[in-house]
């Protein structure tokens, strides 16, 4: 078995599979933005035990992340990714190798609170909630359904997406 290997658990989902969730222990929040930002429903809280987590997980079939060799000796631990960088960006590779992650869906989450987001259908429900910059620059808006924050197609997803597509490229 390759030390790869060892960290990934025997239930990991199907390279095809859509429908990965996450749970991001403590140490990785930005980790769990990113997973957002991409798509990925991924659960997180910054104070969260590691009782607390593993219940989630179990109760919610979920995947955890974590930095913590500790944890993953809990018993009953289904599924879970040993992460071993400490830059974020780099976690968030590893994830995606691990998985093998290919379909995302740029900006159908909110990357504060994992809730769902929904398009606005008339630009002028945002007009008091954006910079006035972006009112007039940008036509297509998103607002999360759970906290309600607002969402727009600026350069960060463009860049992003160019980066992503270029790691794809280069493997």
Request: glycine residues 4%; positive net charge.
């Amino acid at each position: 078995m390759t030390r790869r290997e060892e960290t990934v658990s025997s239930l990991t989902p199907d390279s095809n599979q859509l429908k990965v969730t996450f749970i991001a222990d403590a140490m990785l929040g930005r980790l769990a933005r990113w997973l957002r930002f991409l798509g990925f429903d991924t659960v997180y809280f910054s104070g969260i035990s590691d009782a607390s987590l593993i219940r989630i997980a179990l109760e919610q079939s979920r995947t955890i992340l974590t930095r913590d060799t500790r944890l993953l000796r809990v018993k009953g631990l289904r599924s879970y990714l040993l992460i071993a960088s400490d830059d974020p960006f780099q976690q968030l590779l590893e994830t995606i190798s691990t998985f093998k992650l290919r379909q995302f869906r740029l900006l159908s989450r909110c990357v504060k609170c994992n809730g769902k987001l929904q398009k606005i259908q008339d630009k002028s429900e945002v007009k008091d909630s954006v910079p006035e910059y972006v009112f007039l620059h940008y036509n297509l808006f998103q607002k999360c359904a759970d906290c309600g924050k607002i969402y727009w197609e600026g350069t960060h997803p463009r860049k992003f997406r160019e980066e992503i597509q270029g790691i794809f490229r280069d493997s």
